[in-house]
């Protein structure tokens, strides 16, 4: 499968549902559920993916060049770059457990657990994705366990993959089938897990025990990718804009309830 940040295959056949998305962030905004932008600067990449924050520094990974940043979240600047020595060449998605970052490989599904030395990043451990899952777009971290997220294969373009994984060896401990197909990386705020809609450029919120997907929040760029909660605000990447944001979206966490995107489809399709 091509990969999907190449802008122009975007168009065409899938416009009616960038209208579709336009239709679902104006019921957001009308919601007051906005993702605000309280501060971000400029990706130091031309295509940032995934989003970690260990609990001082942001972490993030260009998809072009398989470059892995450690930002300050001040101000954005470059306090080391990783690259080569093994790490994926087209990484997606970021998450931090405590003590390591992971990350995934867009082509081949491979998941790996990474660790910083005083002057390079250690792969420690690595293992294939799920059998029958899809390509591999986000991860997130829970406290006990990893999740990934999926776009399924062809033709199954309706719906989207979320797994519960056990850290030690990739084993499956539970599956939800999504009904966003576009979906990318995973923050955990406690309570659940936020991702969102890259082709709509929507957020939202799942819910790790049933995998319903909750209310959302416009995200401040077109096709927003990362995810990293910090404590206070949710960051978020985007690859047209090349850029990097935390955002307020507390009205979003307080006002969480279900959204039946199948209905909102079936609305438009009758239109």
């Known amino acids: 499968m091509q990969k999907r940040r190449m802008q122009p295959r975007r168009m065409n056949r899938r416009a009616p549902f960038i209208l579709l998305g336009v239709l679902f962030a104006t019921v957001a905004w009308a919601a007051g559920r906005l993702g605000s932008p309280v501060r971000g600067f400029p990706s130091p990449g031309d295509k940032p993916e995934g989003l970690a924050f260990d609990g001082r520094y942001l972490w993030c990974n260009n998809f072009t060049d398989g470059s892995l940043y450690k930002l300050d979240p001040a101000d954005g600047s470059v ?41 390079s990043m250690e792969i420690v451990a690595s293992f294939a ?67 969102n809609d890259w082709l709509f450029g929507i957020g939202f919120a799942i819910d790790p025990a049933t995998g319903d997907t909750l209310h959302t929040y416009a995200a401040p760029g077109p096709n927003p990718v990362g995810a990293a909660w910090d404590g206070a605000h949710l960051w978020t990447t985007d690859t047209d804009r090349d850029s990097i944001w935390a955002l307020d979206i507390s009205t979003a966490r307080t006002g969480a309830r279900g959204i039946d995107w199948s209905a909102f489809k079936r609305l438009f399709r009758a239109r």
């Open 79 to 119: 306090v080391a770059q990783y690259q080569g020595d093994g790490l994926p060449s087209a990484p997606e998605g970021l998450a931090w457990d405590g003590e390591h970052l992971w990350t995934c490989h867009w082509r081949t599904g491979i998941i790996f657990k990474l660790r910083e030395t005083s002057d």
């Open 129 to 195: 994705k799920p059998e029958n899952s899809g390509s591999s777009v986000g991860l997130g971290w829970d406290g006990s366990h990893l999740w990934l997220t999926c776009w399924r294969n062809p033709p199954y373009y309706e719906f989207g993959q979320i797994y519960e994984l056990d850290p030690r060896d990739g084993s499956v401990i539970t599956m939800h089938e999504l009904p966003v197909y576009w979906i990318e990386d995973l923050a955990w705020d406690g309570t659940y897990f936020w991702s």
